[in-house]
């Protein structure tokens, strides 16, 4: 049997074409992924030792969170990706750091890998319908 809610989240899904669209977006609404969560790589990503962290944040205790974006479903290798990043940055600052991995949908496997590990979190996101404002100027 299909599951029509799982259908709707995979369409919604496809609305981010590309990880830099979903970058933009979730910059502005980082708090939703967790209360106090703030950016602090002024934009930009921040190079580690196994690559390029999507999004370096803080949390309200002061720990650092790797954040790693993948469009769609996430892909094979990308839970080694964000913890190999989380890793490199906890030796590079001597601090605690949490692992988030944000995508449009987990694999049984990913799920099941991601409950061995520790301080990682998965996160999966959906697009609203699209909304429209007033027309400017007003239709008459």
Same mark, same amino acid.
Do not use: H
């Given at each position: 049997?299909?599951?029509? #809610? /799982?259908? +709707?989240? +995979?369409?919604? %899904?496809?609305? $981010? ?6 970058? &933009?977006?979730? +910059?502005? &609404? ?12 002024? @934009? =930009?990503?921040? !190079?580690?030792? #196994? ?5 370096? !944040?803080?949390? /309200? ?9 993948? &469009?769609?479903?996430?892909? !094979?290798?990308?839970?080694? =990706? &964000?913890? @190999? ?7 590079? #600052? @001597?601090?605690?750091?949490?692992? $988030?991995?944000? %995508?449009?949908?987990? /694999?049984? +496997?990913?799920? *099941?890998? !991601? *409950?061995?590990? #520790? ?6 996101? =959906?697009?609203?319908?699209?909304? $429209?404002?007033? /027309? ?5």
């Amino acid at each position: 049997m299909i599951n029509n #809610t /799982s259908n +709707r989240a +995979r369409t919604r %899904a496809r609305l $981010f074409d590309y990880e830099w669209e979903l970058k &933009v977006q979730l +910059r502005k &609404v980082l708090d939703r992924l967790e209360p106090g969560l703030e950016a602090i790589d002024f @934009g =930009q990503e921040r !190079a580690v030792a #196994t690559g390029k962290i999507d999004i370096t !944040a803080r949390d /309200s205790q002061g720990n650092y969170v790797a954040i790693e974006l993948k &469009v769609g479903a996430c892909p !094979a290798g990308a839970l080694e =990706q &964000v913890l @190999g990043y989380a890793a490199d940055l906890e030796k590079e #600052t @001597g601090k605690r750091c949490k692992a $988030f991995l944000v %995508a449009g949908e987990f /694999s049984p +496997r990913i799920i *099941s890998a !991601a *409950s061995r590990a #520790t301080d990682i979190r998965l996160i999966p996101y =959906q697009v609203e319908e699209l909304e $429209f404002g007033e /027309s400017i100027p007003p239709y008459q």
